[in-house]
T-cell receptor
Framework: KAGVTQTPRYLIKTRGQQVTLSCSPISGHRSVSWYQQTPGQGLQFLFEYFSETQRNKGNFPGRFSGRQFSNSRSEMNVSTLELGDSALYLC?????????????FGPGTRLTVT | GESVGLHLPTLSVQEGDNSIINCAYSNSASDYFIWYKQESGKGPQFIIDIRSNMDKRQGQRVTVLLNKTVKHLSLQIAATQPGDSAVYFCAENIEGGSEKLVFGKGTKLTVNP
């Protein structure tokens, strides 16, 4: 069974631009969660999507948004990029029961904002 | 507040020794805890989990202990191998109006041959 895939793996953007990251979950998984990982703040939960609906949300500004498609693939968008948005963005998928049980992570997208 | 912290940022052990990685949590509403391993350049990998109604759970070479009285979680790795070298994170599932997973800062484990 193929694992979680994320595209692109690396991205360089300029301050003020916007970016869209993509995540394909493991086949059969209906929940997709997004995380931001930085050396200073560690791993922080952004949001979770289940059945095309945002089910849970972390404490990030509205510049961070996401969506999920009917095939469970998910995208995350960051608008008006700031230098502090430079991070590794991880997505994780699970079957989708309540709670973050048995999540499987992708390799991440490394975003650099200059 | 809602935070999961780790007592030690780095841990160095000899191959074959047992390793213990600790984690403190502060949210009594947490009902589920997970340990992840992250190798360089990869996403976190699930190791073992434990629900709040348990105090111990064993896997292959790993054991997780949960002490709800002092809000402490630990991961024990038996006969540590060089392949165990990685950063280890604990995470707690916090129920509430919006459920979320809160991660600790991580402990870097180095296994010396």
């Amino acid at each position: 069974k193929a694992g979680v895939t994320q595209t692109p793996r690396y991205l360089i953007k300029t301050r003020g631009q916007q970016v869209t990251l993509s995540c394909s979950p493991i086949s059969g998984h209906r929940s997709v969660s997004w995380y931001q990982q930085t050396p200073g703040q560690g791993l922080q939960f952004l949001f979770e999507y289940f059945s095309e609906t945002q089910r849970n949300k972390g404490n990030f500004p509205g510049r961070f948004s996401g969506r999920q498609f009917s095939n469970s693939r998910s995208e995350m968008n960051v608008s008006t990029l700031e230098l502090g948005d430079s991070a590794l963005y991880l997505c994780a998928s699970s079957l989708g029961g309540q709670g973050f049980y048995e999540q499987y992570f992708g390799p991440g997208t490394r975003l650099t904002v200059t | 507040g809602e935070s999961v912290g780790l007592h030690l940022p780095t841990l160095s052990v000899q191959e074959g020794d047992n390793s213990i990685i600790n984690c403190a949590y502060s949210n009594s509403a947490s009902d589920y805890f997970i340990w992840y391993k992250q190798e360089s350049g990869k996403g976190p990998q699930f190791i073992i989990d434990i629900r709040s109604n348990m105090d111990k759970r064993q896997g292959q070479r790993v054991t997780v202990l949960l002490n709800k009285t002092v809000k402490h979680l630990s991961l024990q790795i038996a006969a540590t191998q060089p392949g165990d070298s990685a950063v280890y994170f604990c995470a707690e599932n916090i129920e509430g109006g919006s459920e979320k997973l809160v991660f600790g800062k991580g402990t870097k484990l180095t296994v010396n041959p």
